[in-house]
């Protein structure tokens, strides 16, 4: 499968503890956007990485977020101690970096917090 | 002003319909603009990028005009596989910047 993956697809975690998502951007993309949907709103940017850099992180929460996208392996979205209001779909997509910004979509990780 | 604003609907319409949804955009800098389709609890799949000269895919017609920062989507021929949220996007600024998504305008084809 080419496309974007990110697992896991469900994660259940009890407040304060921590939540790791994780997404591999399609075959020879580059670019890693994470977005946040929360439940009847729209997708909101959270942040924009490259390999080994945070390109744009304005969307991020100051505290309790963080994201990574290391030189080997996926890029993570990282939350800790979480609260209720954590819960939603979290969705990654990548793009080529060249051309028109065409950004392709994983399946998402819907988090629900306890 | 949101940067993207849509119609949420909902549009019910039976098959084979013709149905158009609008959006506007508040950034004039944004450069790239793009409608993409979300199925309940899936993730969005571009539709359709949007340019300026309007473009065309089999039953769906898209137009952007940027004096008036508005963008359209025409979809001919309802079929009941249409029915899903369609969401209005927009490059922040040129490059590979990150998208600004509408809530959506939500389609229910009925039979």
């Known amino acids: 499968n080419a496309g974007v993956m990110q697992n896991p697809r469900h994660l259940v975690r009890r407040r304060g503890q921590e939540a790791r998502l994780r997404c591999s951007p399609m075959k020879g993309h580059s670019h890693v956007y994470w977005y946040r949907q929360l439940p009847e709103e729209g997708l909101k940017f959270m942040v924009y990485l490259q390999k080994e850099n945070i390109i744009d992180e304005s969307g991020m929460p100051k505290e309790r977020f963080s994201a990574e996208f290391p030189k080997e392996g996926p890029s993570i979205l990282r939350i800790q101690q979480v609260v209720r209001g954590d819960s939603a779909a979290y969705f990654c997509?990548?793009?080529?970096?060249?051309?028109?910004?065409?950004?392709?979509f994983g399946a998402g990780t819907r988090l629900s917090v306890l | 002003r949101k940067e993207v604003e849509q119609d949420p609907g909902p549009f019910n319409v039976p098959e084979g319909a013709t149905v158009a949804f609008n959006c506007t955009y508040s950034n004039s800098a944004s450069q790239s603009f793009f409608w993409y389709r979300q199925d309940c609890r899936k993730e969005p799949k571009l539709l359709m990028s949007v340019y300026s000269s309007g473009n065309e895919d089999g039953r769906f017609t898209a137009q952007l005009n940027r004096a008036s920062q508005y963008i359209s989507l025409l979809i001919r021929d309802s079929k009941l596989s249409d029915s899903a949220t369609y969401l209005c996007?927009?490059?922040?600024?040129?490059?590979?910047?990150?998208?600004?998504f509408g809530k959506g305008t939500r389609l229910s084809v009925i039979a």
């Open positions: 996007v927009v490059n922040r600024n040129s490059g590979n910047t990150p998208l600004v």
């Open positions: 997509a990548s793009s080529l970096g060249q051309g028109p910004n065409i950004q392709y």
